[in-house]
């Protein structure tokens, strides 16, 4: 039903950051999945999908959010599909997207700090 | 020692973006903190300073990592701490950047998923 993962995006990325340096090659990898968030509109867009009780999201329920034309909203949700954050699925008149766990969890797993920020009394 | 953290900017961001969907301020904030690591070379030199088990990191240890000039090298500095992810402090000769860990530890929570990836069997 959805595509698949751009996994051999993740596969090199799931050790923290501050664990140890990242290679040119992991860094490379996601800095273009920061790039797709790096935008306020296009992280609200994310934060609708991946919020959205139902798992899934009309296009027709995410425009009327936004003070801007829906091609916009098409272009940014093209670049988080590019990015491998969201999947998009064409049923009938309406495309539906819904994201992909796996993906935020291990970008999160990525910026994880190292130690407590606070050290133990 | 170090600068306080960007708090106004940290306060508003630390739910999961996949448990309620983000405000256009919060999205805003968060954009520009994802802006400064959506460059390899700042991702890799985040990386290096996060994973320096002193806990800092001389400027003069960064620049051999990199094939870029010195001036490149604290342009993508100063991007980092204007971001408020490190923090840098002059003594002598040379900067010293340490991570702000809090600042990873609430980027890293707002991009938790809101479930896990698979269902339970």
């Given amino acids: 039903m959805s595509k698949q993962l751009p996994l051999a ?55 009327s959010a936004f003070d801007v034309t829906g091609p916009t909203i098409s272009h940014h949700l093209k670049v988080l599909r590019e990015s491998g954050l969201i999947d998009g699925e064409r049923r009938g008149t309406w495309v539906y997207y819904r994201v992909h766990p796996e993906v935020l969890a291990r970008l999160s797993a990525v910026l994880v700090p190292a130690a407590p920020a606070t050290a133990p009394a």
Same sequence: chains 1, 2.
């Fill in 9 to 63: 995006a993740m596969d090199a990325c799931c050790s923290p950051l501050a664990r140890e340096p990242l290679s040119a090659s992991q860094a490379a990898e996601l800095a273009k999945i920061f790039k797709a968030i790096s935008d306020p509109i296009r992280l609200r867009l994310l934060s609708l999908i991946a919020s959205h009780g139902g798992g899934e999201v009309c296009v027709c329920d995410l425009t």
